[in-house]
């Protein structure tokens, strides 16, 4: 497994940011201390061809320029086309395996599950790391799967403790506390930030509250 820094993990997508420039949001957010970004290109708005291929390429720069990983979402042809530095894929995107395959041995591969069989599944194809939740009510996913809170996150944890896993859905600076003291490497938001007034202080409080709760657990 190859390592990665999922303390605070971005997901957006261009449809992700209601009012101002998501490139803008991305930048404010990788200047506030986000250490893992994920291109979730999703919805009935979402950005197509030339036009994503564009925007998937900003956001990479900006990656780069901070130091910050690189996944996009779903998109496997696009990740190998733009050289990312992994993909994230859920449970009706097709086998991990064969995206394990797909991308070689030096991209990251990251897999959401929802159950202690499919996180020993996601390892087996060659998971770097997992995203398990919703843990709260979310609203940025319309498909979302109901609450799941921690519980399973705990269960993964003691039987498979070196798998970095991310906590997912309705995360925020005040209530992940919770989440990391299941056992969890990190959490993902996308609200938290893409729908802050200010990106920058969301993603550095968010830091600070993940770093506060592993000093304090
Ligand atoms: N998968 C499970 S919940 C979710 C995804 C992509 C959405 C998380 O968004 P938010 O705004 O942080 O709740
Ligand atoms: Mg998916």
Redesign the pocket.
């Known amino acids: 497994m190859r390592e990665i820094d999922l303390r605070v993990y971005f997901?957006m997508g261009s449809s992700n940011v209601q009012n101002g420039d998501p490139l803008k949001v991305l930048e404010q957010a990788l200047r506030g201390g986000i250490t893992c970004f994920q291109l979730?290109e999703k919805g009935p708005d979402a950005l197509q061809g030339d036009e994503k291929l564009a925007f998937a390429k900003s956001c990479q720069r900006l990656c780069e320029t901070f130091g910050v990983p690189f996944i996009v979402n779903d998109d496997v042809e696009l990740a190998i086309q733009i050289d990312a530095d992994g993909v994230h894929v859920g449970q009706d995107d097709g086998c991990a395996s064969e995206v394990r395959n797909k991308i070689g041995k030096q991209k990251l591969l990251g897999v959401?599950v929802h159950s202690v069989g499919e996180a020993t599944a996601a390892v087996s194809a060659g998971a770097d790391y997992i995203?398990m939740?919703?843990v709260?009510k979310?609203?940025?996913?319309a498909d979302?799967?109901p609450v799941a809170g921690t519980t399973r996150i705990s269960e993964v944890v003691s039987l498979i403790p070196d798998l970095p896993i991310v906590g997912?859905?309705?995360?925020t600076a005040d209530n992940l506390d919770v989440v990391m003291k299941s056992g969890a490497s990190g959490i993902?938001?996308?609200?938290?930030i893409?729908s802050a007034e200010n990106p920058e202080i969301a993603a550095r409080s968010i830091l600070d509250s993940v770093e506060n709760t592993k000093v304090s657990s």
């Open positions: 997901i979730r959401s995203g939740g919703p709260f979310t609203d940025s996913k979302a799967k997912i859905g309705g995360i993902s938001v996308i609200s938290a893409a």
